[in-house]
């Protein structure tokens, strides 16, 4: 009875280790695919268009259509970079403690960049799974709520 016991036990983790080893497998698929999106987004920056941008965002000065492109290029690329975090996250391969960061910063971004909240609203935003998806959603609701706060 004991033998057999050890048997099941034995069939049980290697079943667990199993699926541990085919969802290790599936987030660095993920992530590679996210990974060479990203790299499409970089590699089309315009390195001086971008930075003339950032310099115009401290003074407040309006951008050409070239800076706003590289602009929005260079934010964008963030999403995948969220999304890479989330999958390593939702896996077990990222600490929690990691995770938690990773969603402040992206509230923060929801509050200070009115674009991303426009855009994911609008759905212009393709930002990957489902679940990314929701997490995201409650991360817009949270910084939604923040700004109302603070407006009030």
Do not use: C
Not at 36 to 56: M, Q, T, V
């Amino acid at each position: 009875m004991l033998a057999a016991f050890g048997v099941i036990f034995s069939l049980g983790l290697v079943a667990y280790e199993l699926k541990q080893s085919r969802d290790t497998a599936a987030a660095e698929l993920s992530m590679s695919l996210i990974s060479e999106r990203r790299e499409i987004f970089l590699a089309a920056l315009e390195p001086d268009a971008l930075n003339s941008a950032l310099d115009k965002l401290k003074t407040g000065k309006e951008w050409t259509d070239v800076e706003r492109r590289n602009y929005y290029r260079y934010q964008d690329s963030f999403i995948g970079l969220y999304h890479q975090a989330f999958i390593l996250w939702s896996t077990g391969l990222l600490a929690s403690g990691e995770w938690e960061g990773t969603k402040k910063e992206i509230i923060r971004n929801f509050e200070t960049i009115p674009r991303w909240r426009e855009d994911y609203t609008s759905t212009k935003i393709d930002i990957g799974s489902d679940a990314f998806k929701l997490e995201m959603g409650a991360l817009l609701a949270e910084a939604e709520a923040r700004i109302k706060s603070k407006a009030d």
